[in-house]
C-alpha cells in the first residue's frame, strides 16, 4: 500500500497489508522494488485522482501488468506511451457502477468488509457541508469513509 496519509496505511496494515510506503518520503520507487523486484508490481491501482499518482502506477507496474484508474481525476494527466507500450499493459478505468453494485451491496450485507474500521464518521443530511469538510480534510481529521444519513420524520416507518 502507497500513500500519504500515515492513518490509511495504519488502516491497510490493519486489514492485511504486508508493506506500506508514505509516498511522500524519497524513492518511493526503489523503496517498492526492495519488496516485489525490479519489474515492478503485478496491479497498480490509482485511486486518488491526482496526476502523482497516476505517474506513479505508470513507473512502478511490471511488463504484462494491469493499472486500473478508479480516482476521480479533475485534471488532465500525462499517459507515457514512449515507455508503456513495450509493457503489453491492461488499462482500466471505472467506478463504482452498475455492474460492480450488487458485488459490493452483498459483500458488505454478508459482513466480508470490515466496515467498523473503515467507516470512521457518521453525519446527519443536514450536517452535509460539515461532513464534506471532513471528507476534504481527511488526513487531518483522520476520516477513511464518511456516511450521511437521512432524517426521517418521527412518525416515519422505514428508518432504515
Known sequence: MVDL????????????????INSGQPNVKEQLEAIVGSEGVDVAIEAVGIPQTWDLC?????????????????????????????????????????????????AVATNKLPLNKMV????????????YEVFLNASKENAMKVIITGQYPKNCVNKK
Open 5 to 20: 496519509d500515515e492513518n490509511r496505511l495504519e488502516l491497510a496494515k490493519q486489514l492485511g497489508a504486508t508493506h506500506t
Open 58 to 106: 505508470q513507473r512502478i507496474v511490471k511488463p504484462g501488468g494491469h493499472i486500473a484508474n478508479v480516482g476521480v481525476h479533475g485534471q488532465k494527466v500525462d499517459f507515457d506511451i514512449q515507455d508503456l507500450w513495450i509493457k503489453n499493459l491492461t488499462i482500466t478505468t471505472g467506478l463504482v457502477n452498475t455492474n460492480t453494485t450488487p458485488m459490493l451491496i452483498k
Open 120 to 131: 470512521t464518521h457518521h453525519f446527519k443530511l443536514s450536517e452535509i457541508e460539515h461532513a
